[in-house]
């Protein structure tokens, strides 16, 4: 008998569950950070303290996905996370359908290079690694590279986050690592890149019309595509052999509530003054 047939298992049960727990946490439901900054109201300030903190789980996110890619519990998983650690890395995705296959020496914007296909064959590019993406979106705000991406610029809500992410995203028990790659999933195509998107819009067109958006812009096309194919991993996940349900839902959980805590400390800065 195979472990999905195996009695007491019911994948139709486990799903309910598991899209319970990203549906309704309250990171995704009521983002208190997120619906505020959509509205557009963002000081400087405001915009700088959001811009280290991002850039600091930016960074720190290429660490948990190394994690995640040498505790891979099989090839496919194992590649599956390479195509996401070197995408972060600059390697330009090459299209898999002959017709976009377009540019040979790809460029590095994120307004112009795909979202979609497979770094097997891409190019490096110093250029397009994202958190070069993001150093660009700094810079007319006055950040340089010293000033980002490091474990010293962190707030405690931030390093908490950093943490949970290495521990659970980055785990080697492959149903904590797998509940928290499907709970960080979940989170990022449930539209805050959109709401982000949204306010930096609006503080560009007022006060700072250099600001280029393609960090964000990219990520949230990305997160459009990755929605679509959660429910079919969900079941390949569910029949690996050893899968266990409730560190699965653990580790979602818990990611979750490291997101809410990065983001309920922004929160909290914006209303108290903290500024990076
Ligand atoms: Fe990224």
Not at 86 to 112: C, M, Q, S, W, Y
Not at 140 to 156: N, Y
């Amino acid at each position: 008998m195979d472990a999905a047939s195996a009695p007491g298992r019911d994948f139709a049960a486990f799903q309910a569950r598991a899209d319970d727990v990203v549906r309704h946490h309250p990171v995704v439901v009521a983002n208190p950070y997120t619906t505020w900054f959509a509205k557009g109201e963002a000081t400087r300030d405001d915009v700088r303290h959001l811009t280290v903190q991002f850039s600091v789980f930016s960074h720190l996110f290429i660490e948990a996905q190394l994690r995640k890619v040498i505790n891979a519990p099989d090839l496919d998983t194992y590649r599956a996370g390479k195509e996401i650690l070197l995408n972060e890395l600059g390697v330009v995705f090459r299209p898999l359908h002959a017709e976009a296959a377009k540019p040979l020496e790809p460029g590095t914007d994120p307004e112009i290079v795909g979202a979609e296909g497979t770094v097997d064959g891409g190019t490096f590019r110093f250029g397009a690694a994202h958190f070069e993406w993001l150093l660009k979106f700094a810079e007319p705000l006055g950040l340089r590279f010293e000033d980002l991406g490091t474990r010293r610029h962190a707030t405690s809500s931030t390093d908490f986050f950093c943490d949970e992410l290495l521990r659970l995203y980055g785990s080697a028990d492959a149903s904590t690592g797998e509940g928290a790659s499907f709970a960080v999933e979940h989170w990022a195509a449930a539209g805050f890149w959109k709401e982000l998107i949204q306010g930096l819009r609006a503080f560009k067109e007022r006060e700072c019309p250099d600001l280029p958006l393609g960090f964000w812009t990219f990520h949230d096309q990305l997160e459009d595509q990755h929605a679509a194919h959660t429910e079919e991993e969900l079941r390949e996940v569910y029949d690996t052999p050893g899968f266990d349900e409730e560190r699965f839902l653990r580790g979602a959980t818990q990611m979750l509530d490291g997101v809410y805590a990065f983001w309920r400390g922004l929160d909290e800065d914006r209303q108290t003054g903290r500024v990076s």
